[in-house]
């Protein structure tokens, strides 16, 4: 079986929201604890990283050019070079308690950020949906820790992940994509990890990276466990395809919170991975604005 391997000679220290770009293949991330997005091109090895004020949660690229940010305290418009230049919304969660985490676009371009709740005590997270007029809704509450977005190739699901309770929702959307009630996916056993970030391959199937559970996992639309990848690091935290057919998987992983001890046993905490995969990956679209 093909296990998975380094990208390049890179440790982070949150590495999350990876995001291929399909037109330059090149592989973008953000540091979340270290307010980075970083830029990496697996052919010339170029690597590029802009630095901004406040935690990265997560971020999309702009179809226009730039990104659109979601920091700590606010969702911002950002050009190429990483400069903010548009506030879009504030944290509608209380930013010192919460700040953005998992996001991405979905088929009509729209932008989503999920907060994770820092005390821990109540479900105090949230899900919000930036659309093309950069108009912000809240669409989900009652979350511990947003992340595993993702979208089926017919448009008809949403899929979350809350990570500290160990779940994964499925949410029906209508033509316009609005969402329904969310209802139970998957949920994981002591010892199976717990999922964190996501992507959808073009026959329908999940894919998840299992926090503190040392691998990634593929599931079907009925959510049944069809493959599996073991990790040489504990905590994967997202999941994302590319390459010229986008059957590379490439996969982040953490090093938050871990003792020297673990350092020293698991040096490749906070790599990025790939790994090469039979089905391809559903390409992302950049945000579109109205």
């Not at 871990?258 to 905490?269: H, K, T, V």
Request: proline share 7%; aromatic share 12%.
């Amino acid at each position: 079986m093909t296990e998975p391997q380094p990208l390049f000679d890179y440790i982070g220290h949150l590495p999350e929201c990876p995001v291929w770009q399909e037109e330059a293949q090149a592989l973008w991330w953000a540091d979340i604890l270290q307010g980075e997005i970083h830029r990496y091109h697996p052919v010339s090895g170029d690597h590029r990283v802009l630095r901004f004020p406040e935690e990265v949660g997560c971020f999309a690229l702009r179809e226009q050019g730039g990104f659109i940010v979601a920091m700590r305290s606010a969702i911002w418009l950002a050009d190429e070079n990483g400069t903010l230049v548009t506030k879009v919304c504030d944290n509608p969660s209380n930013p010192a308690l919460a700040r953005f985490n998992d996001g991405g676009t979905d088929h009509h371009g729209r932008f989503y950020a999920g907060t994770f709740w820092g005390p821990g005590d109540y479900n105090g997270a949230l899900l919000v949906r930036v659309d093309n007029d950069l108009t912000p809704h809240v669409i989900q509450c009652d979350i511990h820790g947003a992340n595993g977005l993702a979208f089926s190739p017919d448009g008809r699901w949403m899929y979350t992940s809350d990570t500290p309770n160990g779940i994964i929702w499925r949410t029906p959307l209508d033509d316009n994509g609005e969402p329904g009630a969310r209802a139970t996916f998957k949920t994981f056993a002591e010892g199976e990890g717990i999922p964190d970030g996501a992507a959808m391959d073009v026959e329908g199937c999940y894919w998840s990276a299992l926090f503190d559970g040392y691998r990634i996992a593929r599931f079907s639309p009925q959510g049944e466990e069809l493959e599996s990848y073991r990790l040489p690091v504990r905590c994967p935290t997202m999941v994302c395809f590319g390459g010229e057919q986008m059957k590379t998987l490439y996969i982040t992983t953490t090093r938050e919170n871990m003792d020297e001890q673990e350092l020293q046993a698991r040096p490749l905490s906070g790599a990025i991975f790939t790994l090469p995969v039979a089905v391809a990956g559903m390409k992302k679209g950049p945000f579109r604005e109205a």
